[in-house]
């Protein structure tokens, strides 16, 4: 498992930890609450002034730093289908492509993400892939929980909190080892030759036989040990059996699969990306690039929608500056039309669209208001529909 020093330098491409990619590039920065080297730089700050109190065995509590294995830099890698070798290739026709996704796969993060965090995210172009890093710290939850980011991890977290009795499967007590025995104590030598010879024998056969004495307590201590491990395994394929599913791994499953629903819908479909591969959804070759194609029309049809929509916000920004326009009196209506020094071109060249028609029905309406006089532009009053008398 890689420590999150390790991550940092990877996304940074720093050179001993990017050593699985042939010829590192430096990454390109994408949106995010601040820089990858400023959020290392904060991880670093926050993880060496946590502080978590622990009881000993005693009943007494102390204080100390933080696990060095506690989760906490949350992290996504995102990878697009295209290779970086057809980007190359075609770099001014994909760009456009890849940055609509990258900014679509940041989007959706913000939005699921909770407030207060601080994220980074990067572009890689240097692997077999286009694919981005997400990094982001939990900086709101005192020990930077990164688990509490996670979609699948929150929902099973959740799910755990709310069960009365725990779903884990104790173990068999471990067995105990057997103690060693204890080293024999060296003999002084002694002064006389023949003390010393007899003295060195006696060391000798004693250390000899509290060795054969540790191999054999070793030995045995093993073999308990091995038994007890198959007569454990036994005893937790059974318990897993009665207890059925575990509720928190059918939250996190769940949560999991939605978020995967989520991710297609917001970014998926719009870039031309299938759910599901051809293993998946069980497609033969022909099926699988007849779903692609259809996904590459409706990847053309999102993106002529998001035109219209981005062109039809423009007009709507165009007609509030002519109503504030004729507000200010910088715009009069003149000959059933609206005179205004700096019309916007958006307006001028309306055409046969919905939305172009709604714009145009607006306009009508504002020319028809202003001959018509002030007075109707005022909201009319209920009696004046329902009349006196009206129940």
Not at 229 to 255: C, D, F, I, Q, S
Not at 339 to 364: C, F, H, N, Q
């Amino acid at each position: 498992m890689n420590t999150a020093v390790q991550v940092f330098g990877e996304a940074m491409r720093v050179p001993r930890y990017s050593r699985h990619v042939d010829e590192p590039k430096a990454p390109i920065t994408l949106d995010g609450t601040t820089t990858l080297k400023k959020l290392e730089v904060l991880w670093t700050e926050k993880v060496q002034k946590i502080r978590e109190t622990v009881k000993s065995a005693k009943g007494t509590s102390y204080q100390r730093r933080l696990r060095r294995d506690a989760a906490t830099l949350y992290t996504e890698i995102h990878s697009h289908p295209l290779s970086v070798e057809a980007f190359r290739r075609d770099e001014k026709c994909y760009r456009p492509q890849i940055l609509s996704w990258a900014e679509r796969v940041l989007t959706h993060f913000e939005r699921r993400m909770p407030k207060g965090i601080e994220w980074a995210a990067v572009l890689h172009l240097d692997e077999t892939h286009v694919h981005l890093h997400i990094l982001a710290i939990n900086v709101e939850d005192p020990k930077l929980d990164a688990n509490k980011l996670h979609a699948g991890k929150r929902a099973a977290a959740e799910v755990r909190a709310s069960c009365e009795t725990p779903s884990a499967i104790c173990s068999l007590p471990r067995p105990i080892p057997k103690p060693l025995p204890p080293r024999p104590r060296k003999r002084a030598l002694g002064k006389r030759p023949e003390t010393i010879a007899r003295n060195k024998v006696h060391n000798a056969t004693r250390l000899e036989a509290w060795r054969s004495a540790s191999r054999k307590a070793h030995a045995e201590n093993a073999q308990t040990l091995a038994a007890w491990k198959e007569e454990n395994r036994t005893h937790l394929k059974a318990a897993r059996k009665l207890r059925g599913e575990v509720p928190e791994m059918v939250a996190y499953r769940a949560a999991m699969r939605q978020f995967q629903d989520d991710y297609h819908r917001a970014v998926g479909e719009h870039c031309g990306l299938l759910r599901d591969g051809p293993r998946k959804a069980r497609l033969s070759t022909k099926q699988h690039a007849a779903r692609k194609a259809i996904a590459a029309q409706m990847q053309g049809a999102f993106a002529e929608l998001d035109r219209r929509a981005l062109d039809f916000a423009q007009k709507q920004a165009a007609l509030r500056d002519v109503i504030a326009a004729l507000s200010d009196g910088r715009a009069e209506i003149s000959g059933g039309d609206i005179v205004m020094e700096d019309m916007p071109a958006s307006l001028k060249a309306l055409g046969d669209t919905a939305e172009d028609w709604m714009i145009r029905a607006v306009l009508d309406l504002l020319v028809r208001a202003g001959e018509a006089g002030v007075g109707a532009l005022q909201p009319a009053r209920d009696e004046e529909f329902d009349g006196p008398g009206m129940q």
